[in-house]
């Protein structure tokens, strides 16, 4: 038995069912998209997001070593799909902020009547990613495109934040010195931040939430595999993983078991219905 998803997502998923390209972006093809199904009224206007990239541009950090250049820090799905052109990825460590699951996704890793979670930056601690480098006549071309995807409703706050690159991935080894980089952290008075929540709550929503990116879960296992394949280990969304993994057997052990129980005769009570699930 299924469960048809509410109007209002059934009008998202049909007008913005497609693969994100680069071009798109360029092209602003998803903000367009976007504003002609009900998640229209949570984008920001135009203008202020112009302004928001003019006043990042503005503060760009004018590093000798740079040459002009500047660094992006991925911390998420910008470290296995930057979209960016860059001329050099390295392992960086952000300091005063860490990772978690903080921002609930009504649009990229959810729908509006059941939303996802992405990641962002807030405060206290620290967080291994990578920084990307990004030529200096193309950084303003560049950071429109990542506006375009990062800041659509104004979750994030743009900032350069205090980085070193290098180390092992676990938090010491060899740094270099410090330097600045373009990060996106969380903004806490958005509507859709959504604070430090338990694992529990962070794992359901992993996995029966899916958006026009795909699933939840896919944003997750994809991080924790862009993050492995550089050498970074983090023990906090590795956890999560193996709760999701487990949650999963749990519930294709109970499913077995009910299947078996009702060919056998013994249980005449009608399976529950399957839990409705938004996908795209």
């Given at each position: 038995m299924s469960f048809p998803p509410p109007a209002r997502d059934v009008a998202l998923i049909y007008a913005c069912s497609m693969?994100?390209?680069?071009?798109?972006?360029?092209?602003?093809?998803?903000?367009t998209s976007l504003c002609s199904t009900p998640v229209a009224s949570s984008l920001l206007p135009e203008h202020v997001l112009e302004q928001s990239l003019c006043d990042a541009l503005a503060c760009k950090p004018d590093d000798p070593a740079l040459g002009g250049d500047v660094w992006v820090f991925g911390y998420?799905?910008?470290?296995?799909?930057?979209?960016?052109?860059?001329?050099?990825?390295?392992?960086?460590?952000?300091?005063?902020?860490?990772?978690?699951?903080?921002?609930?996704?009504?649009?990229n890793r959810g729908t509006w009547d059941n939303p996802g979670l992405v990641l962002g930056l807030d405060r206290?601690?620290?967080?291994?990613?990578?920084?990307?480098?990004?030529?200096?006549?193309?950084?303003?071309?560049?950071?429109?495109?990542?506006?375009?995807?990062?800041?659509?409703?104004?979750?994030?706050?743009?900032?350069?934040?205090r980085i070193r690159t290098g180390g092992n991935g676990h938090g010491d080894g060899d740094w270099g010195p410090e330097q600045r980089a373009l990060a996106f952290v969380m903004n806490r008075a958005h509507e859709?931040?959504?604070?430090?929540?338990?694992?529990?709550?962070v794992v359901e929503r992993l996995r029966h939430a899916a958006g026009l990116y795909g699933p939840a879960r896919e944003y997750l296992q994809q991080t924790l595999l862009g993050l492995a394949t550089n050498g970074v280990d983090d023990p906090y969304l590795g956890r999560l993983w193996r709760q999701v993994q487990a949650d999963?057997?749990?519930?294709?052990?109970?499913?077995?078991?009910?299947?078996?129980?009702?060919?056998?005769?013994?249980?005449?009570?009608?399976?529950?219905?399957?839990?409705?699930r938004e996908t795209v």
């Open positions: 693969a994100i390209t680069r071009q798109d972006l360029e092209s602003d093809r998803l903000r998420g799905s910008l470290i296995w799909n930057p979209m960016v052109v860059h001329t050099e990825r390295r392992r960086a460590t952000v300091h005063g902020y860490h990772r978690g699951f903080y921002l609930y996704s009504r649009i206290g601690g620290c967080c291994h990613g990578m920084v990307f480098r990004i030529p200096s006549h193309v950084v303003e071309q560049e950071f429109r495109v990542l506006w375009r995807r990062e800041m659509l409703t104004g979750a994030y706050h743009p900032r350069w934040l859709s931040y959504a604070g430090r929540l338990p694992d529990t709550s999963d057997a749990a519930d294709a052990e109970s499913a077995a078991a009910r299947a078996g129980t009702a060919g056998t005769g013994m249980d005449d009570t009608p399976p529950s219905p399957a839990r409705p």
